[in-house]
């Protein structure tokens, strides 16, 4: 077998939306990193940026099921000794109303120069509105 190598001209990139309001947050989250990706297109290929654009919207209305909401916790450091700061998934959607899903998305994307480069076609807002229109994206479903 050969590897596919897809030249980045001939690769047709569409732009998507995404409403999540009242949506499963990993739900979302995996459909999003799926077409970010390419997965879904003929001409996947592992190494190669080959996915659309995803744009999320209500990214404040996400669910989570059972009691994920207050048991749900999120950590990071501050560089500092004793720095582990933590906080649920309540109260980071009151801060940081897109950070859940931004996480999750992250998180389901590859690490290095590929995932980093893949994660600039994510677009997250916390509101209904967001400032891509001009791209004319379609509505998808989860």
């Given at each position: 077998?050969?590897?596919?190598?897809?030249?980045?001209?001939?690769?047709?990139?569409?732009?998507?939306?995404?409403?999540?309001?009242?949506?499963?947050l990993?739900?979302?989250?995996a459909k999003?990193?799926?077409?970010?990706?390419?997965?879904?297109?003929?001409?996947?290929?592992?190494?190669?940026?080959?996915?659309d654009?995803?744009?999320?919207?209500?990214?404040?209305?996400?669910?989570?099921?059972?009691?994920?909401?207050?048991?749900?916790?999120?950590?990071?450091?501050t560089?500092?000794?004793?720095?582990?700061?933590?906080?649920?998934?309540?109260?980071?959607?009151?801060r940081?109303?897109?950070?859940?899903?931004?996480?999750?998305?992250?998180g389901?994307?590859?690490?290095?120069p590929l995932?980093?480069?893949?994660?600039?076609?994510?677009?997250?807002?916390?509101?209904?509105?967001?400032?891509?229109?001009a791209?004319?994206?379609?509505?998808l479903?989860?």
């Open positions: 077998m050969k590897t596919i190598f897809v030249k980045p001209a001939l690769v047709e990139r569409k732009w998507f939306v995404i409403d999540a309001e009242g949506k499963v990993g739900r979302v989250a999003a990193a799926s077409i970010v990706r390419g997965k879904e297109k003929p001409v996947y290929a592992p190494h190669q940026e080959v996915g654009y995803v744009v999320v919207i209500n990214a404040d209305k996400i669910m989570v099921s059972g009691q994920k909401s207050k048991q749900k916790m999120y950590h990071h450091h560089g500092y000794v004793g720095g582990l700061k933590s906080v649920t998934f309540e109260k980071l959607i009151a940081h109303p897109a950070a859940p899903l931004e996480l999750a998305i992250k389901m994307l590859p690490k290095g995932g980093r480069k893949l994660w600039k076609n994510v677009k997250v807002y916390g509101g209904a509105s967001h400032p891509h229109e791209q004319s994206p379609q509505a479903d989860v």
